[in-house]
């Protein structure tokens, strides 16, 4: 092999060893960059949903109902709505609706305030 194609051929394999060592430095980058907001946006969640938690025990104890009655009362097992108000859980839509009806409250009174609830969890 001649010294020029020696050369370029040495110089090719440089580069190319570079770029992919630049790429997988990059893909690295992107993993952990989107494991950091996957671990956010769980933080966030929980967060929300333990102060959504609260906001519906103070609701409930408001009414005077235990976890059972007021459980009995949405048609949910009584391990399903405490899971709710310790934030483990979140209900669906219908038993939202059903928890503002049973409770007499507005879903506005429900997630009220909890934006700002969060956001002072995080201080």
Do not use: C, H, V
Not at 27 to 40: F, V
Not at 46 to 74: A, V
Not at 105 to 121: V, W, Y
């Amino acid at each position: 092999m001649s010294k020029r194609k020696f050369d370029i051929t040495t110089k090719f394999e440089n580069n190319f060893e570079q770029g992919l060592e630049d790429y997988q430095e990059q893909l690295y980058d992107i993993k952990e960059y989107r494991e950091q907001l996957e671990k956010e946006r769980k933080n966030s969640n929980n967060l929300m949903m333990y102060t959504f938690g609260n906001r519906l025990k103070k609701f409930r104890k408001k009414k005077g109902f235990t976890q059972k009655e007021i459980s009995m009362k949405l048609g949910a097992e009584i391990s399903t709505y405490a899971n709710w108000e310790q934030g483990r859980r979140s209900p669906g839509i219908y038993d939202i609706w059903n928890i503002t009806q049973e409770l007499e409250i507005s879903a506005n009174d429900l997630f009220e305030g909890l934006l700002e609830d969060m956001l002072k969890g995080n201080q």
